[in-house]
């Protein structure tokens, strides 16, 4: 089992930066991939990134590519995901996620094992 806390979260204008973080606590995190997603009001929760346990290798969805960058320490147990030039559409609360396995490359919300609550983004425009 392994929790996970979600924060850095806020209100930012059009084209500004956040960085959120996620702290994990329980088993050993090194052996989890881990995991962004998010998700807007009326909208399905969608995957935004996700890296593998040695934070060698990760996977964007289109929309972020060359905006955000997902990242990992392992020595502090926590993952982060750097969000530069944000749009209004970047809008969402954003959910930490982890789950054992090889693969890093995992887009459907039901093949991730653990969440955190979320931390709301807002970017105005």
């Known amino acids: 089992q392994v929790q996970l806390v979600e924060s850095g979260g806020g209100l930012v204008q059009a084209g500004g930066s956040l960085r959120l973080s996620c702290a994990a606590s329980g088993r050993t995190f090194r052996s989890y991939v881990m995991g962004w997603f998010r998700q807007a009001p009326g909208k399905e929760r969608e995957f935004v990134a996700s890296?593998?346990?040695?934070?060698?290798?990760?996977y964007y969805t289109d929309s972020v590519k060359g905006r955000f960058t997902i990242s990992r320490d392992n020595a502090k147990n926590t993952v982060y995901l750097q969000m530069n030039s944000l749009k209004p559409e970047d809008t969402a609360i954003y959910y930490c996620?982890?789950?054992?396995?090889?693969?890093?490359?995992?887009?459907?919300?039901?093949?991730?094992?653990?969440w955190g609550q979320g931390t709301q983004v807002t970017v105005s425009s």
């Open positions: 996620a982890a789950r054992d396995g090889p693969s890093w490359i995992l887009k459907r919300v039901s093949e991730w094992a653990y």
């Open positions: 890296i593998d346990w040695r934070g060698g290798n990760t």
